[in-house]
């Protein structure tokens, strides 16, 4: 079992800043990806970024070149700074691990990202 705890959501203006983190406890294994997944109102969840232990990294063209997401493997968290932020992308974000050893996926409970105008 794996447990995520998610932080870093809140309200900014157009334009502004915030980083959220993800942190994973648990039967964390050697494998594994971690990532972002957003939820607008009214939308499906769909994929901003994923990060794996090794290294590589996955993202949706709409952040590209505004948000990075990076990882501390000796914390087992996971980060997401977002820049230049735009009112679409208000959404609940949702933090999630996948284990490549025991093929589960864990979803953290999400995080508000209100953009106002």
């Known amino acids: 079992q794996v447990h995520l705890v998610e932080s870093g959501g809140g309200l900014v203006q157009a334009g502004g800043s915030l980083r959220l983190s993800c942190a994973a406890s648990?039967?964390?294994?050697?494998?594994?990806?971690m990532g972002w997944y957003r939820r607008a109102p009214g939308k499906q969840r769909e994929l901003v970024a994923t990060a794996a232990n090794g290294g590589s990294t996955d993202y949706a063209d709409f952040v590209k070149g505004r948000f990075t997401i990076s990882r501390d493997n000796g914390k087992n968290t996971v980060y997401l700074q977002m820049n230049s932020l735009k009112p679409e992308d208000t959404a609940v974000y949702y933090c999630?691990?996948?284990?490549?050893?025991?093929?589960?996926?864990?979803w953290g409970q999400g995080t508000q990202v209100t953009v106002s105008s």
């Open positions: 648990g039967s964390i294994f050697s494998i594994n990806r």
């Open positions: 999630k691990y996948s284990d490549y050893t025991t093929l589960y996926d864990y």
